[in-house]
Structures are given as structure tokens and as C-alpha cells.
């Protein structure tokens, strides 16, 4: 199966980004990416920051790798953690 990657940087109050992919099933629209952008902005407790048009991109298309499979199914997506984010 492939799966679509947008990157995605958002500029959080301090100044300082939160990078990350939002990893999504190829037929997934781009509103409901955004969605799942800010879903994830929740979980980290990022109040008041969201994921808007211009911090997410379109990346590539790629294989689904095993560890972000059960979650896609679970709940359309998979967010990976690269900068900021920890």
C-alpha cells in the first residue's frame, strides 16, 4: 500500500518550529490532512497553534511501512515526530 507525506513545520510562540509528517492514505483529501495536523497540535497540548495551508506541503507518495500501518487504520493517520516535537 502507499501512503502520502506532507511535511509540515509549524512556528510555535516561542519562535521555534515543530516539524513533523503527516503520514495519510493516498485517497485522503487535503482538508481532512489539515485536520489531522491540528488533531495532533491537540495531543501535544499546543494550545492556540494550528496547521494551516502554507505550513503543510505535499512531499512524496511511499511505501506504508509496518509501524505506521495499525495506526493509519485506527485513525486515518501517522505523525512523525522529527524536530521540535519532543
Not at 512524496?60 to 501517522?78: D, L, S
Amino acid at each position: 500500500m502507499e501512503v502520502a507525506v506532507f511535511d509540515t513545520y509549524v512556528k510555535k510562540k516561542d519562535g521555534k518550529f515543530l516539524h513533523f509528517d503527516i503520514i495519510v492514505t493516498k485517497e485522503t483529501c487535503f482538508e481532512e490532512v489539515l485536520i489531522f495536523g491540528n488533531d495532533y497540535l491537540q495531543s501535544k497540548r499546543e494550545r492556540g497553534l494550528m496547521v494551516s495551508q502554507k505550513d503543510c506541503r505535499f512531499c512524496h507518495i511511499t511505501e506504508i511501512i509496518p509501524r505506521w500501518q495499525e495506526q493509519i487504520r485506527q485513525k486515518g493517520y501517522y505523525i512523525h515526530e522529527l524536530e521540535g516535537c519532543h
